[in-house]
């Protein structure tokens, strides 16, 4: 339980020490520093603690705002400060500070006053709150809006502060900011009206986020499953379904916000499920249509394909800017012109094809038309999409004048998965010129990867003509990040490469022509995009890149591609469907035994809480 130590008793009527007693504190006393430094020695090191001003005056939230979220090792709100175990350490020095200041104070009659007197613990959350920020820690201040938190000097001015309180419906304010801030139209205004009051619901019944997200899945699981039935009823179902796991996937962060639940565990597992949900749908398409005698798995995992580039992209592209110096070009300024014009920015947000349009689309396809006609629509909306995003990233990084930093082209790096083969080369092809066409990596990964896709595409099934060109892929992978990833296009580096290689098995697949390569080279895909979604959210939640033995294990991009290529030229059709299905199954194994070992140490292990509030996926 986390303990919150009042600094004095409080005040008569106040609700104060019910309202953190209904936060989880445990509530305790002090008369003054010193007693309230010996109450904070005695608060075990692996709990929260917070200090309060007992003649704090405000809303609930307001103090389930400052004093609960998971996520600031230090916080503070007007009358209150506390410290998560990682921030325990600084709140004890400016606590052992302030005693020592408060060693002998003067009193209103110039006469000293004992360290533990009622008079030295009056604002002394605030003061701690001041130290701590002058001190350059990291002190996080919520944003509380129309929310009252205040420290009333007298009783005028309690009076005044308790009206403002209850002219104020905190829990309509709390019911609002479950809502994440930026999202797309259909979420925005189908589907979060509503599913903010589910969350409330989950949270006054003790649910949790977590359960919440195994809910989605599940469903969209069963969604799947009546996809896969192949039948008229089978694909209603599945796009009611899919739409459910949708609600059921925006209340998980809703009732996260609406009850500050935040958990590294909890992040990892609603980014990994929404790609498991709906690549696992894609898959019960497939096989629905198959029964009905129509074979779409290449339209499936070209979908599957599609959609990992394009997060692959908004993702290469963030972390490059992450930390950019002079972070600013003309096109940005036009997209914060178009911004400040309200139908421009709905419009803008649904072109791009986020997950709530986009589920909201398929659901309505699987349920009305045919498996083929979905995929066909899903690829011509998310082709669109990608190059509207994609073409105004390329022109913001050519327009702006930024200097990328090392943490910067690091995360780029690690997003391009290079394995043994380009480690190896890596070196001897350093020397290759830093200015000039080849400065930029993006344009030295871009022929090998178009020439690979292009090679297994355009040659028969069992050329060599793919491994010639799988060779000279690796050759332009270990050049392109053979030195820093800096450039103005860098960021287009892992995109290209993930191209490569989906596209690769994508057709060697396709080409095999026979019963289950398509099915496989969709597992083979699925595990490593996996791996590759991992290291995001990794890098993400500051944890670094998945261990240098799982990316040399499974070969790096550019020997997954090779030995795939090899594997085409050697095996016939039927063994290089078993040699896929093998390969997906060893991939899976490791990157998910490691995936899954690290977030669950990582949560166990008290990692700091993350939450995703960026573009919708």
Same mark, same amino acid.
């Not at 911004?339 to 986009?358: H, K, Y």
């Given at each position: 339980?986390?303990?919150?130590?009042?600094?004095?008793?409080?005040?008569?009527?106040?609700?104060?020490?019910?309202?953190?007693?209904?936060?989880?504190?445990?509530?305790?006393?002090?008369?003054?520093?010193?007693?309230?430094?010996?109450?904070?020695?005695?608060?075990?090191?692996?709990?929260?603690?917070?200090?309060?001003?007992?003649?704090?005056?405000?809303?609930?939230?307001?103090?389930?705002?400052?004093?609960?979220?998971?996520?600031?090792?230090?916080?503070?709100?007007?009358?209150?400060?506390?410290?998560?175990?990682?921030?325990?350490?600084?709140?004890?020095?400016?606590?052992?500070?302030?005693?020592?200041?408060?060693?002998?104070?003067?009193?209103?009659?110039?006469?000293?006053?004992?360290?533990?007197?009622?008079?030295?613990?009056?604002?002394?959350?605030?003061?701690?709150?001041?130290?701590?920020?002058?001190?350059?820690?990291d002190?996080h201040?919520?944003?509380?809006?129309?929310?009252?938190?205040?420290?009333?000097?007298?009783?005028?001015?309690?009076?005044?502060?308790?009206?403002?309180?209850?002219?104020?419906?905190?829990?309509?304010?709390?019911?609002?900011?479950?809502?994440?801030?930026?999202?797309?139209?259909?979420?925005?205004?189908?589907?979060?009206?509503?599913?903010?009051?589910?969350?409330?619901?989950?949270?006054?019944?003790?649910?949790?986020?977590?359960?919440?997200?195994?809910?989605?899945?599940?469903?969209a699981?069963?969604?799947?499953?009546?996809?896969?039935?192949?039948?008229?009823?089978?694909?209603?179902?599945?796009?009611?379904?899919?739409?459910?796991?949708?609600?059921?996937?925006?209340?998980?962060?809703?009732l996260?916000?609406?009850?500050?639940?935040?958990?590294?565990?909890?992040?990892?597992?609603?980014?990994?499920?929404?790609?498991?949900?709906?690549?696992?749908?894609?898959?019960?398409?497939?096989?629905?249509?198959?029964?009905?005698?129509?074979?779409?798995?290449?339209?499936?995992?070209?979908?599957?394909?599609?959609?990992?580039?394009?997060?692959?992209?908004?993702?290469?592209?963030?972390?490059?800017?992450?930390?950019?110096?002079?972070?600013?070009?003309?096109?940005a300024?036009?997209?914060?012109?178009?911004?400040?014009?309200?139908?421009?920015?709905?419009?803008?947000?649904?072109?791009?094809?986020?997950?709530?349009?986009?589920?909201?689309?398929?659901?309505?396809?699987?349920?009305?038309?045919?498996?083929?006609?979905?995929?066909?629509?899903?690829?011509i909306?998310?082709?669109?999409?990608?190059?509207?995003?994609?073409?105004?990233?390329?022109?913001?990084?050519?327009?702006?004048?930024?200097?990328r930093?090392?943490?910067?082209?690091?995360?780029?790096?690690?997003?391009?998965?290079?394995?043994?083969?380009?480690?190896?080369?890596?070196?001897?092809?350093?020397?290759?010129?830093?200015?000039g066409?080849?400065?930029s990596?993006?344009?030295? &990964? *871009? !022929?090998? +990867?178009?020439?690979? %896709? $292009? =090679?297994? @595409?355009?040659?028969? #099934?069992?050329? /060599?003509?793919?491994?010639?060109?799988?060779?000279?892929y690796?050759?332009?992978?270990?050049?392109?990040?053979?030195?820093?990833?800096?450039?103005?296009?860098?960021?287009?580096?892992?995109?290209?490469?993930?191209?490569?290689?989906?596209?690769?098995?994508?057709?060697?697949?396709?080409?095999?022509?026979?019963?289950? &390569? *398509? !099915?496989? +080279?969709?597992?083979? %895909? $699925? =595990?490593? @995009?996996?791996?590759? #979604?991992?290291? /995001?959210?990794?890098?993400?939640?500051?944890?670094?890149?998945?261990?240098?033995?799982?990316?040399?294990?499974?070969?790096?991009?550019?020997?997954?591609?090779?030995?795939?290529?090899?594997?085409?030229?050697?095996?016939?059709?039927?063994?290089?469907?078993?040699?896929?299905?093998?390969?997906?199954?060893?991939?899976?194994? *490791?990157v998910? +035994?490691?995936?899954?070992?690290?977030?669950?140490?990582?949560?166990?292990g008290?990692?700091?809480?993350?939450?995703?509030?960026?573009?919708?996926?």
């Open positions: 339980m986390s303990t919150a130590i009042l600094t004095g008793q409080p005040v008569p009527g106040s609700s104060l020490e019910g309202e953190l007693r209904s936060l989880g504190f445990d509530v305790r006393i002090a008369s003054g520093p010193a007693e309230a430094e010996t109450l904070l020695a005695e608060v075990p090191a692996d709990r929260r603690v917070a200090v309060v001003d007992a003649r704090f005056v405000g809303h609930e939230h307001a103090l389930r705002l400052g004093l609960t979220d998971p996520r600031f090792p230090l916080a503070a709100i007007p009358g209150a400060v506390t410290a998560r175990p990682a921030g325990r350490q600084a709140l004890t020095r400016a606590l052992a500070r302030e005693n020592s200041a408060c060693d002998a104070p003067a009193g209103a009659d110039g006469e000293p006053q004992a360290a533990g007197s009622t008079a030295v613990a009056v604002g002394l959350a605030d003061r701690l709150a001041t130290s701590l920020a002058a001190d350059g820690a002190l201040r919520p944003d509380l809006g129309s929310l009252v938190a205040t420290v009333p000097d007298g009783p005028q001015a309690r009076n005044e502060a308790r009206q403002a309180v209850a002219a104020v419906d905190d829990e309509a304010i709390r019911l609002k900011s479950a809502v994440k801030a930026r999202d797309g139209f259909f979420t925005t205004f189908c589907i979060s009206p509503y599913s903010r009051y589910i969350a409330r619901w989950c949270a006054r019944r003790g649910l949790t986020p977590n359960q919440v997200t195994t809910a989605s899945l599940l469903t699981l069963i969604a799947a499953g009546c996809a896969a039935t192949g039948t008229r009823a089978g694909f209603v179902a599945a796009g009611v379904l899919l739409l459910a796991s949708f609600v059921l996937d925006c209340t998980d962060g809703q996260a916000r609406y009850s500050l639940q935040y958990s590294t565990l909890g992040a990892w597992l609603d980014a990994t499920f929404d790609r498991a949900k709906e690549y696992a749908y894609y898959a019960g398409l497939a096989l629905g249509a198959a029964r009905g005698g129509d074979d779409v798995w290449a339209l499936a995992l070209g979908a599957m394909v599609l959609q990992t580039c394009r997060h692959v992209v908004d993702f290469s592209f963030n972390e490059a800017n992450h930390d950019a110096t002079a972070n600013t070009s003309p096109t300024a036009l997209s914060d012109r178009l911004d400040s014009v309200g139908w421009t920015v709905w419009l803008r947000r649904m072109i791009v094809l986020p997950i709530g349009e986009r589920w909201a689309m398929i659901a309505l396809l699987t349920a009305v038309t045919t498996p083929r006609i979905t995929f066909y629509a899903l690829l909306g998310c082709a669109f999409a990608a190059l509207y995003t994609t073409a105004g990233r390329v022109l913001r990084s050519l327009t702006r004048k930024a200097r930093t090392d943490r910067a082209a690091r995360a780029l790096a690690d997003l391009a998965d290079s394995g043994p083969l380009a480690d190896a080369l890596a070196g001897p092809l350093r020397k290759l010129p830093a200015r066409p080849l400065g990596r993006a344009l030295v &990964a *871009l !022929p090998g +990867a178009a020439l690979v %896709v $292009a =090679a297994a @595409a355009l040659s028969p #099934y069992g050329s /060599v003509l793919p491994v010639a060109a799988a060779v000279v690796v050759l332009t992978s270990a050049a392109a990040v053979a030195l820093p990833l800096k450039g103005a296009l860098d960021w287009l580096v892992p995109p290209f490469f993930r191209a490569a290689e989906y596209g690769t098995v994508l057709a060697l697949a396709a080409h095999a022509d026979v019963q289950g &390569a *398509l !099915p496989a +080279a969709y597992g083979l %895909v $699925a =595990a490593v @995009a996996y791996h590759h #979604y991992d290291t /995001v959210y990794r890098i993400r939640g500051n944890a670094g890149a998945p261990p240098h033995w799982l990316v040399r294990a499974i070969g790096g991009h550019e020997g997954r591609v090779l030995t795939v290529a090899v594997l085409a030229a050697l095996l016939t059709a039927s063994r290089f469907t078993v040699a896929l299905t093998v390969l997906a199954v060893a991939v899976a194994l *490791l998910l +035994a490691e995936s899954i070992r690290f977030w669950v140490t990582a949560h166990q008290g990692a700091p809480a993350v939450h995703d509030e960026g573009e919708p996926a």
